[in-house]
């Protein structure tokens, strides 16, 4: 008897690991919080070539003096190539003066800076943009599959595949950004994919045993999990390597990662476990 | 048979179909004309890149209050005006909403773009200390002379206007009108003894002598632009400011294209590793590789601009097509249909795996469509600066869901049918051995579904 054999045998406990997971997600969001990107939360970001070695002390002095910013508002990182990225949270700070404050050792390479107005309109967005992205997710899949339980067994996977992406970006101090919202709304459409797969196999088939089917869409599962997977993986290894200011590639990689690879576990236990329990139930 | 889906109609013939069927197909002549209608059109007309892979600037400006349309296309007018008499040729000035207005110049140094648009512009005139006109007085700007060292900007002012500066500047000919644009002094020319008599005139000039030439055509432009800016209806201030230098717009686009490689090379090994087939790599490489170019041909044709979101569109859609791929494989690859004919066999396989693709597609879509609809309504602020990242995916999902998939699943019955006749025989005893769910070992694994373990 193989592993997965063994794991299937016992589905009914398996469905609590990602529930678990899911938990442990939230717990993370509510005690630790999610970072906001400066599109979101306002602030200004620019990125430096340094034309000599300057320590992050000395620019975030430079800056501060330069800005009038309080200089515990002021970060600064140092991202390979010569290059550093200093953030000035709270304010949209001028350009000229921040191209002035560096001007004798750095040059600007790129600069963003998001003023309170902008940021609070783009934050209700978000909140509209995720909501609407999930409701019409979930009526597709109704009309697809047009039986409740496992209509709702794959929306609660999406739903757990959102969590534990979102857990993993207060975790890892991914921020909330656009960019990270853009490969949210992505993973709410892509993370159900495998789980329509597994549906379609398992509900709508009638050739060999359930366990059959399901295994079969294990198969094909696995391997678009890994496509999927890997070339986030390479995308996150090129921009960190290569390109280490392309944040918004950055993050989407990171949060797609994190998502599919907890969408593997919401799939293969709870999905497929809520829906044996359902074609069981049905005999 | 008349009324069939088109993605079946494709197995047809089954097991005898050969290259040259395949070559004829309607839907495969379609992608080849698709295919070289868009690498004519990424050639002649290009693609448009956004401002973060060319290098630029965006600057998003939010007016004091709501306007009207008309009070809206006044507010561009002058913006453009105002950065095109700063010698800047490559910019976009357009409306977002009743309220925001977006700027876009390229190829600029971030460091330049404040001192284009960093002071939004309220100009005012004094004589003697006094406000004699300002920027809501002006209502047209001429364009400016010069001669020899002399420079003239003539513009005309609202009668109202006019008598307030025809009272401060009765009989001061020869005192400074100094003007400033958000409290810095710009110039101040002298006043013109036809301008001291105290007689209302809404033509009004103001003109003053430079060292050279070039002095005073520089001067004139000056003075020009502050005027023009000035005649701003509302007031604007800067909200925020998206700024890229072409060196590092150059580094993301080297960056994006080492991305997309390696990631194709990634899915290549796990095809490879999956089905131990190396001529099923191919298919799926090229197919990803057509539908790139076939959402590059549309951002072509529809001049949409590729910027870091929308590549990240691209390799969304090109992801979701390398799952439909490896799903219509494994449905045709898949045992245990019991029919006698193979035709019928593949079309109901065909036919499963549609059904998976299409309702993929269909979630995928419907998550992606409130971005789309921020994007189109608001126009690109706040969140909508992703709606390219949703156009470019849901135009790729469209593109692989009707051109190209049904292409590779054709190609797949042409390349995997062969096999079934061969090992027909072979598929039999398996057939049989079915029930007592035997593993299947030692399989030569060519065109079998290799099972996880």
Not at chain 1, 218 to 226: D, E, L, Q, R
Request: aromatic letters at 6%; a neutral charge; charged letters at 15%.
């Amino acid at each position: 008897m193989s592993m997965i054999d063994k794991i299937l045998d016992s589905y009914k406990p398996l469905i609590i690991i990602p529930v678990i997971i899911t938990l442990l997600a939230l717990g993370i969001i509510l005690s630790g919080g999610l970072k906001e990107g400066i599109d979101l939360k306002g602030g200004s970001i620019a990125v430096l070539q340094l034309n000599e070695p300057v320590s992050n002390d000395q620019l975030i002095s430079m800056v501060s003096n330069s800005t009038g910013v309080p200089a515990d508002l002021i970060t600064s990182t140092t991202t390979g190539n010569n290059q550093s990225t200093v953030q000035i949270a709270g304010s949209a700070a001028d350009v000229v003066e921040v191209t002035n404050a560096i001007n004798s050792v750095a040059t600007l390479q790129s600069y963003n800076s998001v003023g309170p107005l902008l940021s609070k309109q783009s934050m209700t967005q978000v909140y509209y943009a995720l909501a609407f992205a999930f409701l019409f997710m979930s009526i597709t899949v109704f009309i697809i599959f047009r039986h409740i339980v496992p209509s709702i067994a794959v929306i609660l996977a999406a739903l757990c595949d959102i969590i534990i992406a979102i857990g993993g970006m207060s975790l890892f101090g991914i921020p909330l950004s656009l960019a990270s919202v853009g490969a949210l709304l992505m993973l709410i459409g892509y993370s159900v994919d495998t789980d329509i797969l597994l549906t379609t196999r398992v509900l709508k088939r009638r050739e060999g045993t359930i366990i059959e089917r399901a295994k079969d869409a294990m198969g094909t599962g696995f391997t678009m999990a890994a496509a999927a997977i890997g070339s986030m993986v390479a995308l996150y290894l090129v921009v960190l390597f290569l390109m280490p200011n392309a944040e918004i590639l950055d993050q989407i990689a990171a949060v797609l990662i994190i998502g599919l690879m907890a969408d593997v576990l919401a799939t293969w236990l709870m999905n497929l476990g809520i829906l044996r329990w359902y074609m069981e139930g049905h005999r | 048979m008349a009324h069939e889906p088109w993605y079946t109609q494709m197995v047809h013939g089954g097991s005898q179909m050969n290259f040259k069927e395949f070559i004829k197909d309607y839907r495969v002549i379609l992608l080849i004309v698709l295919l070289v209608a868009s690498i004519g059109a990424i050639s002649t007309l290009g693609i448009q890149q956004g401002l973060d892979l060319k290098g630029g600037s965006e600057i998003q400006l939010q007016l004091a209050q709501p306007v009207d349309t008309g009070t809206m296309d006044k507010v561009t007018n002058v913006l453009d005006k105002r950065l095109n008499a700063f010698g800047v040729s490559d910019v976009q000035v357009r409306a977002s909403g009743n309220q925001s207005v977006i700027i876009e110049i390229a190829g600029v140094q971030p460091q330049d773009v404040a001192k284009l648009v960093g002071t939004p512009g309220v100009f005012i005139a004094t004589i003697d200390n006094q406000t004699a006109l300002n920027g809501t007085d002006i209502t047209t700007v001429k364009p400016y002379s010069v001669t020899g060292n002399t420079w003239s900007v003539p513009f005309t002012v609202t009668l109202q206007g006019a008598q307030t500066f025809a009272k401060l500047a009765d009989g001061k000919a020869g005192t400074p009108v100094n003007m400033y644009l958000d409290g810095n002094l710009v110039s101040s020319p002298e006043i013109g003894a036809d301008l001291a008599n105290g007689v209302p005139s809404t033509d009004v000039q103001v003109s003053g002598t430079e060292n050279s030439s070039a002095q005073a055509q520089a001067q004139a432009k000056n003075i020009q632009v502050v005027l023009e800016s000035g005649a701003l209806p509302v007031s604007v201030s800067i909200v925020g400011i998206n700024s890229v230098s072409a060196d590092l717009g150059s580094q993301f686009k080297t960056g994006a294209l080492v991305a997309g490689f390696l990631a194709l090379l990634v899915i290549a090994i796990i095809i490879f590793i999956r089905y131990r087939t190396p001529v099923l790599v191919l298919p799926i490489m090229i197919t990803s590789i057509a539908e790139l170019i076939l959402i590059l041909g549309v951002a072509s044709v529809t001049r949409w601009n590729i910027d870091l979101a929308a590549i990240a569109g691209i390799i969304a859609a090109i992801g979701t097509g390398v799952d439909d791929q490896i799903i219509i494989t494994d449905e045709v690859l898949k045992k245990g249909i019991q029919t006698k004919r193979t035709i019928t066999a593949l079309k109901f396989k065909i036919n499963n795996a549609f059904f998976i693709i299409f309702a993929s597609a269909a979630t995928l879509i419907a998550a992606m469509l409130p971005l789309a609809y921020v994007g189109f309504s608001r126009g690109a602020t706040g969140i909508g600066l992703l709606s390219g990242f949703a156009f470019t995916t849901v135009v790729g999902v469209l593109i692989g869901i009707f051109i190209t998939r049904p292409v590779y699943a054709k190609f797949i019955v042409l390349l995997l049918g062969k096999d079934k006749k061969e090992d027909k025989s072979e598929e039999a005893s398996v057939r049989e051995k079915r029930t007592g769910k035997q593993p299947k070992k030692g399989k030569k694994g060519k065109g079998k579904k290799g099972r996880k373990q």
